[in-house]
């Protein structure tokens, strides 16, 4: 057996050509793990949103919030179900919700469409997330909204500031997070934004608050089962999922997509470097031959020599990409074609998968130049020296 | 020279292979992304300058009323004020392969806005003749399956109503990416919904496309102290505003390729370096045959170029062949609804990446050899 010390002192003796091959096959690791982030920073941000126990309901038919509106009866019928938990003190835990879109100017001075929430007080029982990270909360009837705190930060609002929302102008009285998705939306009351998007005794969805999961279930049977209701029920995460995946899904296999591209790319580098490696010691192979190394321990050797490159490159590529974890972006909902904040995240799962990545790139691009080495002759080895 | 070049590139046949292929590669991979951006910007490349969209100021989900229509008429350069309404609905199922623009449309007007697509004239007469008529491109109805006379039933999520329309017309457009939508009655969704008489977007056509910031003001001037003030734009700023949505994925998609270019930059110039290091005596030699440094220096790089071209075209054979395959695939994945193909900006750059590569990795292995003293090239035998 070659000693393991052969190979790593090997690469570093060679350590012009094993960076560059390091680097190239960290630069791909980078990529892959780069698209992996969007996808999870993206899942990320609808992962914290939506409580299993609630039910949402939205008019037949619809995927999406500011797609539905019904008159307020309905909204009285579904508040009156059996199932819907109440608070300590006898309020229905319930939030008829009217959602409509905006147009606004990012920071940079490009465009997008903004999620605007008018809610009534019983909204903050179903998020106890809830939670005000500047300024203070709405108060109804005055004009003020709060907007998502990673929202503020792309839109460049402040608390103070006053916008324009349909016809009225509203000012910024606090930012907020805790709420997952509805960290990219505006909030305010609903009468206040009803009135200004002349949307008034209309509701985008109900949230009702059930016991438990099952309970849910069982409430949404009931919602559907009324004739009188044009409506459709699901629990949050249900509502949630749909807007994740089909937001992140076409990262997930773009990042795969480049990967596998990438990697096969990167393979011929790997090969390309190791049959130089070969190449350039062949009186070494030699000599260890003639010291009575087996064929297959010198295999094992380079082999192991192109493994180890491609996992160092794993590790430098992932090392690469920590600096995206500070990245805070947005991109569009691709179910409500809204403004979605989200930050990218390199996730365990993603910096595994990229250092797993070089290492297959490593052990292809590896065998080929072990196998060759172990092949020659000895003879034909001492000579070329 | 030549010859030098060709048999050196051919002397380690597996490198030179090698090289090229990750070359290859990487511009395969660089031009796919290229066609995938593209396809992702919805811009309107038919750049028609002489059209423009009023909206409501709010958002595209605030509608504004018929009456406009006559009223925006009335601006000066204006020859024609066609409605369009995004229906969307479901045909079918969720699934990103039966999702499809669908829009609403008034066939009486429709054809004085948008008057580039190609219509057999019988097939637009009995698709304005029938209310539950429908048009779709012919790209849709070849992968739809459809034609003539099949009537399809939409369900309606914005518009609360479930539409059934039979195929009467089929046109044509010079991009494939226009011609995967359908067009139907906007009477036929207004009756359905009890006439609330509204409208999403009113498309302008202007005698003259100079005096667009004129009619933009004078629309949004009309508008302005009325319950729904207006949004007028161009055509392609329309197009720009969805792209604009997207934010900085498109970013990202320049820094992944970025990363990609300097990844083959530093695998093309590793492999030129060790081939040129390879070779220090063979330079030597060729220096005391009576060779000139420049003409090293131009076979060194000659050969490194020569990997770049043949490289770049191999990828983008590869993105060529690739797009025909992949289109189906891509469009599962839903990037984007605008067609995918291989522009020529693409293509330039691509091709300049690669050449650009193939020549700098040649350089600094050029200049290395071509200084090199000829008695330690000698020595190092």
Known sequence: MIPIKYTYRNLFERRGVAFMTLASIGFVVLVYIGVLALAGGLRAAFADTGDPSVVIVMRDGTRAEMESSYAQESHRLLTAMPGVERTADGAVMASGETVTIQIFKRIDGTETNVMVRGVEPGAFALRPGFEITEGRVFEPGRGEIVVGRSLAGRLGLRVGDERELGRNTFRVVGTFAGVGAHGSEIWGDYRDLGDSFRRSGFYSSTRLQAASPAAASDLIETVKADQRLHVQALTEPEYYELQSETSSGQFIVLGNVLAVLMAIGACFAAANTMYAQVAARAREIGTLRALGFKRRSIMGSFFLEAVLLGVVAGGFGALLSLPLNAIQTGTMNQVTFSEITFQLRTTPFALFSGIFLATVTGVLGGLLPAFGASRQKITDLLREA | ?381
Do not use: C
Request: without cysteine; proline residues 3%.
């Open chain 2, 1 to 381: 020279m030549i010859k030098l070049i060709r048999r050196n590139l051919l002397r380690n046949k597996r490198r030179t292979f090698l090289t090229m292929a990750s070359l290859a590669m990487a511009l395969f991979i660089l031009s796919l992304l290229g066609v995938v951006n593209d396809a992702l910007s919805f811009a309107d490349e038919s750049d028609f300058q002489d059209r423009l969209v009023v909206r409501n100021a709010i958002s595209l989900t605030f509608p504004l009323p018929e009456a406009y229509e006559q009223r925006l008429r009335t601006i000066d350069n204006v020859i024609a004020v066609t409605p369009q309404n995004w229906f969307q609905g479901v045909y079918k199922d969720q699934r990103p392969e039966n999702f499809f623009p669908r829009f609403t449309v008034d066939p009486e007007t429709f054809r004085s806005v948008f008057y580039d697509y190609a219509w057999n004239e019988e097939e637009y007469e009995a698709f304005a003749a029938q209310r539950t008529a429908f048009a779709a491109g012919r790209e849709l109805t070849e992968i739809q399956g459809w034609s003539i006379g099949d009537i399809i039933t939409i369900k309606g999520d914005i518009f609360p109503v479930d539409v059934e329309l039979q195929l009467r017309a089929i046109f044509e457009f010079d991009e494939p990416g226009q011609e995967r939508q359908i067009f139907f009655h906007r009477r036929y969704v207004e009756e359905a919904m009890g006439n609330p008489g509204q409208n999403g977007t009113y498309w302008l056509r202007l005698d003259d496309p100079e005096g667009a910031p004129a009619v933009i003001a004078a629309a949004e001037a009309m508008f302005e102290n009325s319950d729904n003030q207006v949004r007028a734009e161009t055509a392609e700023a329309f197009a720009a505003s969805f792209t604009e949505m997207l934010g900085n994925i498109q970013f990202f998609f320049s820094m992944i390729g970025l990363a990609i270019v300097i990844s083959i930059f530093l695998i093309t110039a590793n492999t030129m370096a060790m081939a040129a290091r390879e070779r220090t005596t063979e330079v030597s030699v060729l220096r005391t045959l009576g060779f000139r440094r420049n003409q090293v220096l131009g076979m060194v790089i000659g050969e490194s170029l020569a990997v770049g071209v043949l490289g770049s075209a191999l990828g983008l054979g590869f993105t060529a062949v690739a797009i025909r395959g992949a289109t189906p695939f891509l469009e599962q994945m839903g990037f984007g609804f605008g067609g995918f193909a291989l522009d020529a900006q693409v293509l330039v750059t691509a091709v300049t990446i690669g050449i650009s590569v193939g020549l700098l990795s040649g350089v600094f292995p050029a200049v290395a050899a071509a200084r090199l003293k000829i008695v330690d090239g000698l020595r190092r035998l």
